[in-house]
């Protein structure tokens, strides 16, 4: 580990002061925060100009697979702007083509291109207008327990809440309810249950739509922010039978599950799916330049082979975002980073995680793969009923206070470390959760 520089407090509070003044922060109202300034990072680490060091169990936003400072992955980023920043989506380029090839090697058969874009809320926009193009087709279907980005077309398509703010919104989403067995919509009991009584509502909201006039069903593989949901067996193949019925498109949204957040390339490889269309992002190149992407099945592609596709940004496929794309798939494979991500779900977090459940009360459910976890709290487990906001805000802080930095989504702590976190650290991880958990639960 790096030593961690000096406090410089004076720095910190000339950072805040700026950023009082003139950032305007995200999802938020801007009078009652007071972000943590950050003054570094290294591995599944990062620390602050007051001298203390975090162990980071959120990733940021789920998205620094390859943790801090990957030297092979700067050192690429800075290799490329040696050689050209920038080239408009008209040129061919090297790292732009490399990066679309690598990508394409891991994809499933029969996908071999790549549109780029800045991140996942456009990989879903553009997602959805190929369906939409490729079909002549309006209407998209996604489940309420979904988050697919703010864009203006992303925030529709969103299930959640969050879309309520952006209403009256585009039009063409429509909503379903999804498999989610502890708070089952179905009165089921069983995995199965769940999974074949999703899959009748999946159907019937289909036919009451009008399967002529659906484009596209678009799912969270494993759903991220609305509680690391891992779909039933036969679920995910079940969907994919319905839209091969009815001629629609299958778009799977891996922004946050893929690039070894579950122990693979992809979510959908651990079910043996194929979709149509993949939207990407965050775990590409860790988020160390902005990037993502819709890879198109070459049915979809072909679509265009003659007939120009209306949409286009000026920084797709930018030369350095693409080069640090390059660059992190290489290093996951040279490093066995989906190996690792795999192991650490089943030999450490996994295992610590559920033996949470037997230690406190209060936890409802354990659930999740890979490095890719959430821990449901309750107040009751009889009733299920969610711990409340305030006693999840002192859980947040009490794990900050103790040096890990947690991921909080409603009544769940979302377990989230990089890829690369070791497993030492990650059983650290865990136990400075538990300790939280005794202090504000107890």
């Not at 995995?191 to 899959?199: D, I, K, M, S």
Request: proline residues 5%; charged residues 20%.
């Amino acid at each position: 580990m790096t030593s961690i520089p000096p406090a410089d407090p004076a720095l910190d509070a000339r950072i805040r002061e700026l950023s009082h003044a003139h950032v305007f922060t995200s999802w938020s109202a801007q009078k009652a925060i007071d972000p943590l300034p950050l003054a570094g990072g290294e591995g599944a680490w990062f620390w602050d100009y007051q001298g203390r060091r975090y162990l980071d169990f959120s990733s940021q936003l789920v998205n620094v697979n390859l943790g801090y400072q990957h030297p092979a992955l700067t050192a690429a980023i800075q290799e490329a702007a040696g050689r050209i920043t920038t080239v408009a989506p008209s040129f061919y380029e090297e790292s732009r083509a490399e990066a679309a090839a690598a990508i394409a090697g891991i994809a499933p058969e029969r996908m071999n291109k790549v549109f780029f874009t800045n991140g996942g809320a456009e990989a879903i926009e553009n997602a959805a207008r190929l369906a939409r193009q490729h079909t002549g087709r309006a209407k998209i279907l996604t489940a309420y327990r979904s988050y697919h980005g703010a864009t203006a077309g992303a925030i529709a398509l969103t299930g959640e809440p969050r879309r309520w703010g952006s209403e009256p919104a585009v039009p063409g989403a429509v909503h379903f309810w999804g498999p989610y067995l502890y708070r089952s919509e179905f009165s089921a009991t069983t995995e199965e249950e769940e999974a074949t009584r999703a899959l009748a509502h999946l159907r019937r909201t289909v036919e009451a739509e009008g399967p002529h006039l659906i484009a596209a069903i678009m799912l969270e593989t494993v759903v991220g922010t609305n509680g690391v949901l891992v779909p039933p067996a036969g679920y995910l193949a079940g969907v994919r039978e319905l839209c091969d019925e009815f001629g629609i498109m299958l778009i799977l949204d891996e922004v946050m599950a893929g690039f070894g957040r579950t122990g693979s390339w992809f979510a959908f490889d651990h079910w043996d799916v194929r979709p149509d269309l993949i939207a990407f992002a965050k775990g590409v190149n860790s988020g160390y330049v902005p990037l993502g992407g819709v890879i198109l099945s070459d049915d979809v592609a072909a679509s265009f082979d003659l007939l120009p596709y209306p949409g286009g940004l000026t920084y797709s496929g930018h030369a350095l975002a693409t080069a640090s794309a390059v660059a992190a798939i290489r290093i996951m494979k040279e490093d066995q980073v989906n190996e690792h991500a795999a192991q650490l779900g089943e030999r450490t977090l996994g295992p610590a995680l559920r033996a949470l459940a037997d230690r406190h009360e209060a936890v409802g459910e354990v659930r999740g793969m890979g490095v890719f976890w959430a821990v449901e709290l309750v107040t009751d487990r009889a009733t299920r009923e969610p711990v409340g906001a305030a006693a999840m805000g002192e859980i947040k802080d009490a794990c900050i206070e103790s040096g890990m930095w947690p991921m909080v989504a409603g009544n769940r702590v979302h377990v989230v470390p990089p890829c690369v976190i070791s497993h030492e650290d990650a059983a650290d991880g865990v136990a400075l959760l538990d300790s939280a958990l005794e202090k504000v639960l107890r």
